[in-house]
């Protein structure tokens, strides 16, 4: 059992704020000690580069950079040559999106589905454009889900790419990816994971699920932001241009041609961001230490609690109720969810407010924003209840005009 007073101790923000409570891991998570040790060690005693330099420093800085790769592979089930180190979930999904506006053709098609993150459909919305490719729809449940039924509705012959959610940043529903992977593998379509909102919550090995490429962000789970990972087998990304020219990832150059090095260098021009991805692995330690089965127990048991104090209030509609993690996304009848959100943090309650990037989810959803509250290791019962008395709190506020 996840004992949380311990757990703040690793959280140093909760020594300058001791009656935070924080509900908004999903947009980013608290920092833990040990990342940022790690990150300041990097700077204290080595800030040189990597991969460039034929001294001591620039060894030990690269090895630990490479050790940190070795960390993300092992911790997925990948290769270490399948780890690219880049800014993020967004800059990942970019690179793929920007990659394949070469490779696709007037009337293939690619697949997303209105759950996504902007972040996943704004980049595929421009290649489809830019390759005069058709970008098509997932139809989702009337709860909002992704089903396997609704998406072999629109796989045909011509899809050539699938571009989905692992786990809704808005619904914290989990898509059935193992057996969608499979359908669009049958199609010759590949398949980009967008883990970002799964790897903080769930145990991910890509050789299992065989997808093609998959990309997440340190931010979301303990680490330093700045830092994400792009997954992808090693045989796609080295038939992949590379997307960005410059050093260390060129073979040979000459005047008017060059060759490029394979994957993952051919994919970190530039200094790449050495202190995030020893960050990343220090985060990535510390979650395993913790484990995923502890993470999801704990964090569900809050998710269940706050929705039945939530229901005990009048006024609320719930939209997610059967959300498969601790992401509850709701509102406040006849007040605005920012109103809220700016009550809320009166009594330093920090919940998310809007569209939270994604949409097509509060079309669906019928409204213009929601309130979302998201939970992880160093949420307690008192966090809950704090919530509901400041939802409380507001509403006699609000109301009373
Ligand atoms: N996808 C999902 C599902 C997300 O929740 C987020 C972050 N809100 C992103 C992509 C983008 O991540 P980042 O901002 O770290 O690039």
Redesign the pocket.
Known sequence: MIDVKEIRKDFPIYNREPKLTYLDS??SSLKVKTVIDHVDHYYQSLGVNVHRGAYDLAYEATKLYEEARDTVSKFINANADEIVFT?????S?NMIANAYRDILKEDDEIVVTELE?H??ILPWMVTAQKSKSKLKYVPLTKEGRITVEAFKTVLTDQTKVVAI?Y???VMGYVTPIKEIIKLAHQKGAVVIL?A??AVPHMAIDVKALDVDYLAF?G??MFGPSGV?VLFGKSKLLNMLEPVEYGGEMADDVFKDHATFKEAPLRFEAGTPVISGAIGLAAAIRYIQKIGYDQIHEHTMHLKQYTLNQLKTLKGITIYNETADISTITFNVDDIHPHDIATMLDQYQVSVRAGH??AQLVSRFLGVGSTLRVSFHIYNDINDCDVLISSIKASQDFFLSF
């Open positions: 999903a947009a800014r993020g979930t967004t800059t999904l993150h972040s996943s959610t786990v809704s940043n967008d970002a909102q962000s931010h979301k994400g939270h990037c």
